[in-house]
């Protein structure tokens, strides 16, 4: 039996955490524990509270099953369920569904990716789901679909055993698909994120200024092999990360050059 906690950053009521619980939960063998944020995180990056006390309640998801929320970041969750606040220990960590890609340097923000980030610094395979959903959707999605791919994504590699000494943080993105029709799996690198952000200063009622961080939807490059090429595609795209961000090839440069 393999105990999956399931996580996110959009709350724990988010309409894709309820699917994707779901799909695991009807693959025989698979346990389902959930504690996840109260409220939304999105774009929180990697959180570790420390300065107050982490509050979790138990609460009741759409299809009637129990699940833990916490007023802390997805990465809090994360952490306190594998170091005891949910009893039984955690195999597995995955978080999502996002109703938004996680491509590129998306990861350094996404609190959907961190919190498989989390589980990876806890030694457990982390993964992180995050669907592409099309602009102004208001919510109303189909997750079905991608919960279920996710999953038997999910499965396969740990059927795999790719986990073992190496804690890679997988991060599945999937192109929006309302039958289920992609393409197929890609294993793929981290494209290049097109941000189009604006800085926008308004006054409030007392006349200080404060800022506000606005604009498009960000884009990106269409080089094959990457994450963003991938689901634009109409794949899959399954990238594995990894929390060591040494530069190993300007290491290797700045050794030769300076030895004695």
């Not at 524990?33 to 109260?38: E, H, K, R």
């Not at 952490?79 to 949910?86: E, K, L, Q, R, S």
């Not at 506000?212 to 994450?227: N, Q, Y």
Request: glycine share 10%; charged share 20%.
């Amino acid at each position: 039996m393999t105990h999956f906690l399931v996580t996110n950053d959009d709350g724990v009521f988010a309409p894709g955490l309820l699917a994707l619980v779901q799909a695991i939960r009807a693959i025989p063998g698979n346990e389902v524990s959930v504690l996840a944020p109260d409220h939304n995180w999105s774009a929180c990056g990697h959180v570790k509270t420390l300065t107050r006390p982490l509050r979790v309640r138990e609460v009741k998801l759409a299809d009637g099953s129990t699940a833990l929320s916490c007023d802390g970041a997805p990465s809090d969750c994360v952490a306190i369920a594998v170091m005891g606040a949910i009893e039984k220990p955690i195999d597995v960590v995955v978080s999502g569904i996002n109703p938004n890609a996680n491509v590129g340097l998306d990861v350094t923000y996404s609190g959907t990716v961190t919190a498989a980030m989390e589980a990876s610094i806890n030694g457990k395979p982390g993964y992180a789901v995050s669907l592409d959903a099309p602009e102004h959707h208001n919510g109303e999605l189909n997750f079905a679909p991608a919960a279920k791919a996710a999953a038997d994504v999910i499965l396969g590699l740990l059927a795999d055993k790719l986990e073992k000494n190496r804690q890679p943080i997988w991060n599945i993105n999937l192109p929006y698909r309302e039958e289920g029709q992609f393409e197929g799996v890609l294993y793929t690198r981290q494209g290049v994120r097109l941000y189009r952000d604006v800085l926008e200063k308004r006054l409030d009622p007392q006349g200080k200024p404060y800022y506000w961080i606005g604009g498009e939807a960000p884009t990106g490059l269409m080089d094959e092999g990457t994450d963003f090429w991938a689901i634009k595609s109409g794949f899959i795209s399954v990238t594995p990360l990894q929390m060591d961000m040494t530069n190993k090839g300007l290491l290797e440069v700045l050794s030769s050059s300076r030895k004695p």
